[in-house]
């Protein structure tokens, strides 16, 4: 089965600053996709950036940028110039390659940009 | 911009009444997702649906919940007897189902049993 761990409960960042939050994963698939959603006070869950597991290259998305570790099956999300509006709750997902419908989640980060 | 809708936004019910949720997906999209999200079990997969046929429902209480995609633009999700722990923000959610596998989630429901 799969699982996805996030070990930080809650962070912050001063605003301007560089932050990253940490994500664990565990499979036997060889190919599946990896997710970062954030969620808001607003409550509305928002896809930031995916990863495609077969591909070596880390995306980016702006100030968005994961470093993917796939032999330590790690998966961590960086997030640079940090803004206000950052302020959220932060998931990690993967799907596996059986069933790529299926994505699971993590407990999530919740993150407070300090101005 | 096209994006998934989700009626009502807030509901309040006693316990022991019925409760029917609505999700509008985005159109052009076969899975349809339902996911519950508390503080203590964090985000739980309930159901979910590809054109239209339920594929896995195996993460919701058989007893009380059920969920149905009448067409291909609503799917509800229906708790009878409702009870206090199902007090929580249910959010529906649409895919392709292809490529990316992205999902779309709509803004959730946020439930309150008394």
């Known amino acids: 089965a799969q699982t996805v761990t996030q070990s930080q409960p809650e962070m912050s960042v001063q605003e301007a600053e560089t932050v990253t939050l940490s994500c664990t994963y565990d499979?036997?698939?060889?190919?599946?996709?990896l997710f970062w959603y954030k969620q808001p006070p607003s409550r509305q869950m928002i896809l930031v950036i995916r990863?495609?597991?077969?591909?070596?290259q880390n995306a980016t998305e702006n100030r968005f940028s994961v470093n993917f570790q796939k032999a330590a099956k790690s998966f961590s999300l960086k997030i640079s110039d940090s803004q206000l509006g950052d302020t959220a709750m932060y998931f990690c997902?993967?799907?596996?390659?059986?069933?790529?419908?299926?994505?699971?989640f993590g407990p999530g980060t919740s993150l407070s940009v300090i101005p | 911009d096209a994006r998934v809708t989700q009626t009502p936004r807030h509901k309040v019910t006693e316990m022991g009444q019925e409760v029917t949720m609505r999700c509008q997906p985005i159109l052009g999209h076969n899975t349809v997702f339902w996911y519950r999200q508390t503080m203590m079990q964090g985000l739980e997969l309930l159901a979910y649906f590809r054109n239209r046929a339920p594929l896995d429902d195996s993460g919701m209480p058989k007893d009380r919940f059920s969920a149905e995609m009448p067409d291909a633009t609503l799917a509800t999700l229906k708790i009878q007897p409702s009870e206090p722990r199902d007090s929580a923000v249910y959010f529906c959610?649409?895919?392709?189902?292809?490529?990316?596998?992205?999902?779309?989630f709509g803004p959730g429901t946020r439930l309150t049993v008394t």
């Open positions: 959610a649409s895919g392709l189902g292809t490529g990316t596998y992205e999902q779309y």
């Open positions: 997902a993967s799907s596996s390659e059986t069933s790529y419908d299926k994505v699971i």
């Open positions: 499979t036997s698939e060889n190919n599946y996709y």
């Open positions: 990863q495609e597991a077969y591909k070596q």
